[in-house]
């Protein structure tokens, strides 16, 4: 615990954390607020509450995903600026695993990230019932949760899939170059691929568009989480592998 709290202190004393998370935020519930009220304008008036209630969710979720990104490179720039400054050294010094290092960061950088979802999810949410009121929106029904759910996973796993390729590479440059094409390069060239179709299922965005109703469902809802949730998992354990590996005397 005394190392996810060294990290949370890091991490709430970086400049870069309140830009990233304010500049996400911000420009995530602004395009949530004009994407509401552009959708909810032109719904049919015989919508029932249900589908008025999963509509709002829909569109607040979409405005969730879009702050992936700065999230993503907050991430790569948090130990990634570590290596850059030498700091990183003072860090291994003070908590010998390296593993437990990554860890206590990937805890810490998952509640900024939940944090900012709620941030953009909670206001756009209730704009939404308020632009939405005379449909008469029920409060979450069942189907809500997966969207909910799908989105938080999004900009969890962005999030710390930053982490992971800042701790490989070493260079928050390189590393967010590695993001950006991971998730919003590769899903476009592999469409114009042959099986691009299949490819896209191996990519974090499509699940997670899937998961969001934005997309066609061309896999069950839990594959799509456990893809998804893979885009965390495996690249972080070959970042703690790869940091093991470049101790001093490995």
Not at 137 to 166: D, E, F, H, K, R
Not at 192 to 217: C, H, K, M, S
Not at 230 to 247: D, H, Q, T, Y
């Amino acid at each position: 615990m005394s190392v996810v709290a060294a990290e949370w202190i890091k991490l709430r004393t970086l400049r870069s954390t309140w830009w990233a998370l304010g500049i996400g935020v911000l420009v995530s519930l602004a395009l949530t607020v004009l994407g509401a009220s552009t959708v909810i304008s032109r719904w049919d008036p015989a919508r029932t509450s249900d589908q008025a209630a999963m509509g709002i969710v829909v569109a607040v979720y979409v405005g969730v995903i879009l702050a992936q990104l700065p999230l993503g490179m907050l991430g790569a720039m948090t130990i990634s600026g570590e290596h850059a400054s030498g700091m990183i050294d003072t860090t291994f010094v003070a908590a010998p695993s390296r593993a437990c290092v990554l860890m206590a960061k990937a805890a810490v950088l998952s509640g900024a990230a939940v944090c900012g979802s709620l941030l953009i999810a909670v206001p756009g949410y209730l704009y939404g019932r308020f632009v939405a009121a005379e449909f008469r929106p029920s409060l979450l029904p069942t189907g809500a949760w997966t969207v909910i759910a799908g989105g938080t996973l999004m900009i969890v796993v962005t999030t710390l899939l930053g982490l992971a390729l800042g701790a490989i590479l070493r260079n928050g440059a390189v590393a967010t170059m590695a993001l950006v094409a991971i998730v919003l390069i590769l899903p476009f060239v592999a469409r114009v691929l042959p099986w691009g179709e299949q490819i896209n299922r191996f990519l974090p965005t499509y699940p997670a568009l899937q998961l969001i109703e934005q997309a066609p469902d061309i896999m069950p809802t839990w594959t799509a989480f456990t893809v998804l949730a893979a885009w965390a998992v495996i690249p972080l354990l070959i970042a703690v592998i790869a940091n093991e590996r470049s101790r001093p005397g490995s």
